[in-house]
């Protein structure tokens, strides 16, 4: 294989590998649990927490930089935050419209599925860019993202296995969310190589902060709270905590 070949292979195979590491969130639900609420409790914690420090600490900081300086990069992020906002009030309507509101913990699965499927694309799209101009670059971004896409795929696995036992569903919604990470990775390198820019990458990662926090604090800790295990919420919250520190220190 030529040397130009392995240029385009490396970024494809970092982003599967960051991608697919979503999956292994889905081995909470083979983990016989005697306490069922505590598990749930400590899964939402966990993820919750991952996906607002993300949001805090990576995306929205990556992203600032290349909206520019001045009123116009206060009013897109702002704009771009909005709409990620009002996005899960949109889809948590439709949901409930579709499926009723009796099951919180369905929905708070699909919810997590659709976010995390926006947060996976451009993922991939950044780690296939990353790799392929500077290798070690990639890796420490692939490892990086491997941390904090496994509980994020328990955000996605527990909630939707516990609220209708359905290993196949819970399945087949955190795969289709991790192919949404090489998925990226392919866009980038066929579609948009020449044409993607750093403002439009940064105004869609601002747009999945919006959704993800709103998530988080808007479904997730409400959820949460009504098992009334706070010492497993916290617990989780903090393990979360420590996962995204650590992949930022990568």
Known sequence: MGEENLEILWPFVLASIAGFSTMLGCLGIFIPVKKKDEFITFS???????????????????SLPSLGTGF??????????????????????????????????????IL????????????????????????????SLCLAITLHNIPEGISIAVPIYYSTGSVAKALKCTFLSALAEPLGALLAFIVLKNYIT?????????????????????????????????KYLILGVGVGVVIVLASLII
């Open 72 to 109: 116009k990069a206060i009013l897109m992020f702002c704009l771009f935050f909005f709409i990620g906002v009002m996005m899960v009030f949109i889809l948590n309507r439709f949901i409930e419209r579709e499926k009723g509101k009796s099951n919180n913990l369905y929905k708070l699965g």
């Open 44 to 62: 939402i914690s966990l993820s919750l927490s991952v996906m607002i420090m993300v949001s805090l600490f990576d995306l929205i900081p990556n």
């Open 198 to 230: 750093e403002t439009m990458i940064g105004m869609f990662l601002i747009l999945v902060a919006g959704i993800m926090i709103t998530l988080s604090i808007e479904k997730m800790f409400p959820e949460a709270m009504g098992y009334n295990k706070k």
């Open 112 to 139: 997590s599925f659709i976010a995390l499927v926006l947060h996976n694309l451009p993922e991939g799209i950044l780690t296939f860019m990353s790799t392929y101009h500077d290798f070690s670059l990639g890796l």
